[in-house]
């Protein structure tokens, strides 16, 4: 089983799809693992280390990846990267398949066998190859560390013998994974934490990190979650509601940080410019949906705007911004996936076709788009 792992070539990504440790493990596999050269720069992991862990560095993509049977990405393979492989290999990578059918196609087309992390089902057992949550863990924290640097102020109270100095009063819209760590850090610097989400269950979840819990609680909202445990589209009623209310909320908050994302779909769009022009001059909105179209009216993808003296963070791939640890944790989801492909006796590849962690992740296989939420999309 020869795997290998190139080097990403989108501008903003600094993460890589192995780290010494996770290679060490595939080694133990049975497998042969080629690094492309610089792949974990973006990471602070030097070709060096990658030897020592057992790989080979490759000079150049087409290196890398011609004779692998497995390729651990972090990003879609492009054009070049799929003319580089062979027919037959397995791709694992977040592959973004949500309007992107084009590029879903090419690589049916190429004959790549491609496996979108994204999708693997929210059950027990993949907990550990759960990308969206290790990946948006570290967003929330780095969007909190992101804030307080923009902010300019003191997040803690500081009662100094010149005066006292107020609590940052930060406002965490959605209680996913990224918000629940974005108000577990800002509650450590100090601050004065309130959320709001559309899912009932996460009231609890705010409540048990200190935080005030900020909703309309009718009857709808008892209802917004689905069984996968993800928020539902609320009605225009009920957005109308919340909206009211987050409002008079956000004119009182220093800092904004937005988590709000429904899968397949553009991000809601939470707050207004109008809710922007209300704060306090100086105040900071960060924007984690930016790059599904934003959830702050204004925020724009990898610029920090200023509207009214208020600025918006819109950073794109918030957890590459801290790369070393997202890739330390990305690289055990894949790892962990990759695992259950493997033969143990033989140390050779043998995917369970029917394993319902396969099914639910396969975009193409044997030249076609065979993932049912792409298939009819793109015309297969």
């Known amino acids: 089983m020869k795997i290998a792992v190139p080097r990403e070539t989108d501008a903003v990504e600094t993460r890589v799809g192995a ?3 996770t290679i060490k493990k595939l080694v133990g596999l049975g ?3 080629t690094v492309e050269k610089g792949a974990g720069s973006g990471s602070r992991i030097p070709d060096t280390d990658y030897e020592a862990a057992g790989a080979t560095i490759a000079d150049d993509t087409g290196a890398a990846l011609g004779e692998a049977d ?3 990405k972090v990003r879609r393979p492009d054009a070049d990267q799929l003319k580089a492989m062979k027919k037959g290999a397995l791709v694992i990578a977040t592959m973004d398949p949500f309007g992107n059918e084009a590029e879903i196609q090419a ?3 190429a004959g790549i066998v491609a496996f979108a992390m994204e999708l693997m089902p929210r059950i027990t057992r993949a907990q550990v190859m759960d990308v969206l949550s290790s990946q948006a863990n570290l967003a929330g924290y780095q969007a909190v560390i992101d804030a307080a640097a923009e902010y300019g102020k003191a997040m803690p109270m500081m009662m100094t013998a010149a005066g006292t100095i107020p609590a940052a009063r930060v406002f965490i819209m ?3 994974v990224a918000g629940l760590q974005a108000i577990a850090t800002a509650r450590r610097l100090g601050a004065i934490v309130t959320a709001t989400d559309v899912r009932p269950a996460a009231k609890e979840q705010v409540e048990s990190l200190g935080a005030k819990f900020i909703a309309v609680e009718d009857e709808e909202f008892k209802q917004a979650e689905t069984s996968g445990g993800y928020a539902k589209e609320m009605s225009d009623e009920y957005k109308k509601k919340q909206a009211d209310l ?5 004119a009182k908050q220093d800092i904004v940080i937005t988590t709000a994302l429904i899968p397949g779909r553009p991000a809601p769009k939470l707050v207004s410019k109008d809710m922007v022009s209300s704060m ?3 105040s900071v909105l960060v924007d984690l949906a930016v ?3 934003g959830n702050v009216e204004g925020a724009k993808l990898g610029k920090i705007a200023t509207v009214s003296g208020v600025k918006i963070v819109g950073h794109a791939n918030m957890a590459g911004r801290i790369g070393a640890s997202a890739s330390a944790l990305y690289a055990k989801n894949l790892l962990a996936f990759l695992d259950t492909m493997v033969d143990k006796e033989t140390k050779a590849l043998n995917p369970n076709w029917d394993d319902e962690l396969i099914t639910a992740t396969l975009l193409t296989r044997d030249g076609k788009v065979v993932h049912s939420a792409f298939a009819k999309a793109t015309g297969e």
Request: glycine share 16%; net charge negative.
């Open 19 to 21: 780290t010494p440790d």
């Open 31 to 33: 497998a042969t693992v």
């Open 70 to 72: 497995v390729v651990l």
């Open 107 to 109: 690589m049916a087309d």
């Open 174 to 176: 959605g209680a996913g």
């Open 246 to 250: 987050i409002a008079s909320h956000i």
């Open 280 to 282: 306090k001059p100086g």
């Open 291 to 293: 790059e599904r179209g």
